[in-house]
Every structure is written in structure tokens, then in C-alpha cells.
């Protein structure tokens, strides 16, 4: 690494944690605030739960629909950011004796994954209160995440920028005039949004930090390796999907046919598979960072797999 880049990471790492001091946030004095969720609101906006895919149902149960997978929401959050933090504190090792303002910042980062994971499961209990019982996350974080830790850190970061990349789209989503959608989870995608840009920073300078020291065929490898995560993780979308449609046809209050359970589970899919895997392949700055550190075969790899993914 050149001098200037050295210098100018030092930078980065050093604006991240001026920023992670800045927007510090308290869970319940600035997000929760002593407010429940109001069952009249949609928790999730039409863009990310893609109400419209969901055809035959009235607005009363697309309403539900973007509840559901509200609680979906926290708990795939409380899931992800299991081994995102985890990853966070093992890399920190390579800065133990070195860069302090480095360290510091992924000090910071894995005290903020504990908050959010604190407050998903917060916000999953809440939404509990208001919601018919029955609802099932089967999914044991921990579990999770040995399994993802089992691949490269190279593998790992690519989806963890991913995946902090897309609250940002997700953030921008929630912020679209709409007045059916509940306050309280707006302010869950804008808290998260705040903390989750130095994330973002951080993995992204990780990331290409790891990649220096890789070999072109150990990184051909890792390419592979992340591929089988976004199929693990979509092996967890589909579970869920699968488990958010029948509590929906048990909740919804009236008998729901076998054929429109089917399109209703596909619908739930096709929205999971928008928010946890193609909004983050296709925002742009993940795909600027990618592209600088693979060959443009391992590109057409990647895109052929997410293409299998609709
Ligand atoms: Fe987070
Ligand atoms: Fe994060």
C-alpha cells in the first residue's frame, strides 16, 4: 500500500469514529421513546415489502403482509449482525498494536452491533404485543454464525458490505412520503441508517485491507465461498417465507385457498429476496467496490448466481 493511501485510510477510519460519536443514539431515549406500534400502520414501506406483489390481498392484509415482515425484518437483523459483530472483533486483533484510531473505530462498530442486536429484539418483542400469536424465527443466530464464519474473511466482508450497504436503500425507502407508515419503524431505519453509513465505511476498508494480502487463487476461491452464502442466506429466506405466509393464512381471519397460499409464499419470497439480497448486489457503490477487486469472469460468476435468484 502507497503512503497516501495509508495516510488517507487513517482518514477514514478517523472520520468514521468522529461520526460514530456524532450520531450516538440511545435506544429507548431516541428511538422507542415510550411509544408502542400502532396496528394500523404498515411497519415496512410498499417498497421494500413489495406490497404490490401481493396481488389478491385487500389493503387490510397487505398491511399485515408489511407487519409481518417487520418482525421479519428485526429478526434477520438480530441474525446477521450476530456474526457481522463477531468478524468485527476478530479483525480488530490486526489492529491491536497498531493504527489505535482503527481499532477504536471497530471497537465502536461491534458496540453498536450489540445495540442493534438489542434492538431488534426489542422491536421483535414489541411487535409480539400487537400482533395475532403464532408467528415463528425459527433461526438460531448463533448457529448462523458459525456457519458463515466457517468461510474466508474475504467471502465474509462481501456480504457483510452488502448487507450494510442495503440499509441504506432500505433507509431511503422508508423516508418516501407515505402516510400509512408507522413513525416508530421509520425511526428504526433512520437510527440504524445513522450508525450503519461508518459500517459501511469500515467494511469497505476492511474489505480491500484483506484482499491486499489474498492470492489470486485464494480470492477465486473466496468468490465461490460467497456465493455459498448468498445461497445460504436464501435458503433462510425461503424457510422464512414459507413460515411468514402460513402464520399470515392463520392470522388473517378468513380461509385462505391452497393455490393463493402459494402465491402468497412466492410474494413473501421475492420481497425477502429484495431486501436482504438484491438491493445490496445492486447498489451501486457494492458493485464499484466488487468490481475494483475481482476479474471480470469471477464478475459474470456472481451475477449468473444472483441472476438464479428471482
Ligand atoms: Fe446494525
Ligand atoms: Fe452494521
Known amino acids: 500500500m502507497t503512503a497516501i493511501a495509508t495516510v488517507s485510510n487513517n482518514q477514514r477510519y478517523a472520520h468514521s469514529v468522529a461520526a460514530s460519536k456524532r450520531v450516538r443514539w440511545d435506544i429507548e431515549k431516541d428511538v422507542i421513546r415510550g411509544r408502542r406500534f400502532d396496528p394500523t400502520r404498515k411497519f415496512l414501506p410498499d417498497g421494500l415489502s413489495l406490497a404490490g406483489e401481493f ?3 385487500s389493503p387490510d392484509e397487505k398491511r399485515f403482509v408489511s407487519q409481518i415482515q417487520g418482525r421479519t425484518y428485526a429478526n434477520i437483523f438480530g441474525l446477521v449482525e450476530r456474526f457481522i459483530n ?9 489492529h491491536w498494536f497498531g493504527d489505535q484510531v482503527a481499532l477504536e473505530a471497530l471497537v465502536r462498530f461491534s458496540d453498536e452491533e450489540l445495540k442493534h442486536q438489542a434492538l431488534f429484539r426489542r422491536i421483535d418483542a414489541m411487535i409480539g404485543d400487537v ?11 448463533n448457529a448462523v454464525a458459525h456457519a458463515v464464519l466457517g468461510k474466508s474473511t474475504w467471502a465474509v ?20 412520503p407515505d402516510p400509512e407508515l408507522s413513525e416508530l419503524f421509520k425511526d428504526v431505519f433512520l437510527y440504524h441508517w445513522k450508525e450503519e453509513s461508518q459500517h459501511a465505511i469500515l467494511d469497505e476498508l476492511e474489505w ?24 445460504a442466506v436464501d435458503r433462510i429466506l425461503q424457510a422464512q417465507a414459507r413460515a411468514d405466509a402460513a402464520y399470515f393464512a392463520a392470522a388473517c381471519g378468513r380461509a385462505v385457498p391452497e393455490g393463493e397460499a402459494r402465491a402468497i409464499e412466492a410474494a413473501f419470497l421475492r420481497a425477502y429476496r429484495w431486501q436482504y439480497i438484491h438491493s445490496g448486489a445492486r447498489h451501486p457503490h457494492f458493485g464499484k467496490v466488487l468490481t475494483s477487486l475481482i476479474t471480470g469472469r469471477q464478475g459474470e460468476r456472481i451475477q449468473a448466481a444472483l441472476a438464479t435468484l428471482q
Not at 463477531?86 to 490486526?94: I, M, N, P, W
Not at 456480504?159 to 422508508?174: A, K, V
Not at 485491507?209 to 452464502?229: C, N, Q, S, T
Open 55 to 57: 396481488t389478491i390481498l
Open 86 to 94: 463477531a468478524k468485527v472483533l476478530e479483525l480488530s486483533h490486526d
Open 131 to 141: 400482533l395475532p400469536p403464532g408467528y415463528r424465527f425459527d433461526l438460531d443466530a
Open 157 to 176: 466482508l462481501a456480504l457483510t458490505l452488502d448487507i450494510e450497504l442495503f440499509t441504506q436503500s432500505h433507509y431511503s425507502q422508508s423516508i418516501a
Open 208 to 231: 480491500v485491507r484483506i484482499d491486499a494480502e489474498v492470492g489470486a487463487a485464494a480470492r477465486d476461491r473466496a468468490v465461490d465461498e460467497f456465493l455459498e452464502l448468498v445461497a
